[in-house]
């Protein structure tokens, strides 16, 4: 037979019960250790013998004794009650890890820029907290978030997160820039055009590859001669160190350019003005406190950006 066909409908709760009267010696303060009534207490006592047929109680010189049969029932508990206060510690310590955790899938140039100046702030206010940091491509942050179990997706639009269900909120603006190594002839500008992308070397993604190549698309003149790239790379944090050594310009957004040291390039924005917006990304469950505690902070750091433009 098994261990829950021996208990038959019997609860922990009841054995709790159980195991409070015999400890303390009678029903009142079993109910005040149990916080609960001390009808309760009787009625639980009650449905347990009815439950097992047997006498788990009587009456000793007005004082409530177990039986033989509660004795024995009370020393196997005594035995064991330790174990399941161990799994109620246990299940404490995972709620209160859950509570703590949170994971954040951004992309590239976010996850290591504005999310990490936010993450520094909300780290200060929650020491307990444990943040895991997922850097995916664009459509991989919305899969994460939706799939995945992903907290929060930070990442430029794509119109992912309708496909995928999910809510999205935009919180910030910024441009795109047009990066060169020191001493390059377009330092002398205060805007970088279509025009000056055909004059000079090109570090750029492939076609359809990059968003930002995308955006730039948008508004280059197609009756002119397109910008043909020397080097094409996979993301827009691999331009920065071949536009350093010299092969070429470049077109970054904002929001990498400002966590990026500028003591190798210059930069310079581009004309006409190409929007880069920020887009948060919630799963379809109710954000935890710690998931509205960070975005508090990121909200922080937005606002600083569009305080301070470059």
């Not at 444990?130 to 978030?145: D, N, T």
């Amino acid at each position: 037979m098994s261990v829950l066909a021996s208990l038959g409908a019997m609860s922990l709760r009841q054995l709790e019960v159980f195991y409070a009267v015999v400890a303390a010696g009678s029903i009142t303060a079993a109910a005040e250790s149990l916080h609960i009534s001390q009808p309760t207490v009787s009625a639980t006592i009650r449905r347990m013998e009815d439950q097992l047929g047997l006498a788990l109680f009587r009456k000793d010189r007005g004082r409530l004794a177990p039986t033989n049969e509660g004795r024995l029932l009370f020393e196997a508990l005594q035995r064991n009650f330790r174990y399941f206060q161990a799994i109620a510690d246990a299940i404490s310590m995972i709620q209160k890890g859950v509570s703590q955790r949170m994971s954040i899938a951004a992309i590239q140039p976010l996850g290591n820029a504005i999310v990490s100046a936010a993450l520094q702030q909300f780290l200060k206010e929650r020491l307990e907290a444990r943040v895991h940091l997922l850097i995916r491509p664009r459509k991989a942050v919305y899969h994460a978030v939706a799939a995945e179990g992903a907290d929060l997706g930070i990442s430029f639009p794509t119109g992912e997160a309708e496909q995928e269900g999910l809510s999205v909120e935009k919180v910030c603006s910024g441009r795109l820039f047009c990066i060169m190594p020191n001493g390059h002839p377009l330092e002398s500008r205060t805007s970088v055009t279509h025009d000056d992308f055909v004059d000079y070397p090109l570090v750029s993604f492939p076609p359809g590859h990059q968003w930002l190549l995308a955006q730039f698309e948008k508004v280059i003149d197609t009756s002119k001669q397109r910008p043909e790239p020397v080097l094409t790379v996979d993301s827009v944090m691999s331009i920065y160190p071949h536009v350093e050594n010299g092969i070429g310009i470049g077109l970054v957004d904002e929001f990498s350019l400002r966590s990026h040291s500028k003591e190798r390039l210059s930069y310079r924005p581009f004309e006409p003005t190409i929007g880069v917006a920020i887009e948060l990304v919630y799963p379809n469950r109710r954000a935890s406190d710690l998931t509205k505690a960070f975005v508090k902070h990121f909200k922080a750091a937005c606002n600083d950006i569009n305080r301070n433009p470059l």
